[in-house]
């Protein structure tokens, strides 16, 4: 399965304004509604819950509520398949540097580990980094601490196959029997 065109697509966009992106202006929320909810919708998830599913049972859950060391926090996505969560996304604004920042990288980890979730992915598009989230998360782990991949958005188009082998929904469906 080759990219589909809307990935090629985000890829140009974001290359045609990459400073513009950089530039700490550009918001978080602008970066999940314009490159992270139609990455994964091309992903096969209803990032809107346009099937009108009730909480418990959407694909996606945004800002969903866990308990981490006794308080609540709220992954940015809770990615599910019949009400089970199966990884987070957690997003950041571009003029974030995921390659090297600790704190982004810790913070995704503790709440997939709290969460007892296997991966979970670290995005702020220009950079994409799936974390192995078994491995128990100390607030001293450099951001390479338990990555398993790290792509930046020039790869999302040659790594696709990659990419929706390990995030696509129908795999999920296939994994757990579905």
Not at 28 to 45: S, V
Not at 82 to 94: S, W
Not at 154 to 159: G, K, Q, Y
Not at 160 to 176: M, N, P, Q, R, Y
């Amino acid at each position: 399965m080759s990219a589909p065109a809307e990935i090629h697509a985000l890829v140009e966009r974001f290359e045609a304004n990459l400073d513009s992106y950089r530039s700490g202006s550009y918001n978080e929320t602008l970066l999940r509604r314009d490159f992270l909810d139609p990455m994964f919708k091309a992903l096969g998830w209803d990032m809107d819950n346009t099937q009108g599913y009730a909480e418990a049972f959407r694909d996606v859950v945004h800002e969903d509520a866990i308990k981490v060391g006794g308080s609540t926090k709220a992954p940015d996505y809770s990615f599910r398949i019949g009400g089970r969560r199966i990884f987070f996304l957690e997003a950041k604004k571009p003029s974030v540097v995921i390659r090297d920042d600790p704190g982004p990288a810790y913070q995704l980890r503790r709440y997939a580990w709290s969460a007892d979730l296997p991966l979970s992915v670290l995005s702020d598009f220009e950079e994409f980094a799936v974390y192995d989230c078994r491995i128990k998360p100390d607030k001293g782990d450099p951001a390479s601490t338990a990555r398993v991949l790290y792509l930046r958005y020039s790869e999302l188009v040659t790594r696709w196959d990659e990419i929706a082998g390990i995030f696509g929904k129908s795999l999920f469906f296939k994994t757990l029997g579905l």
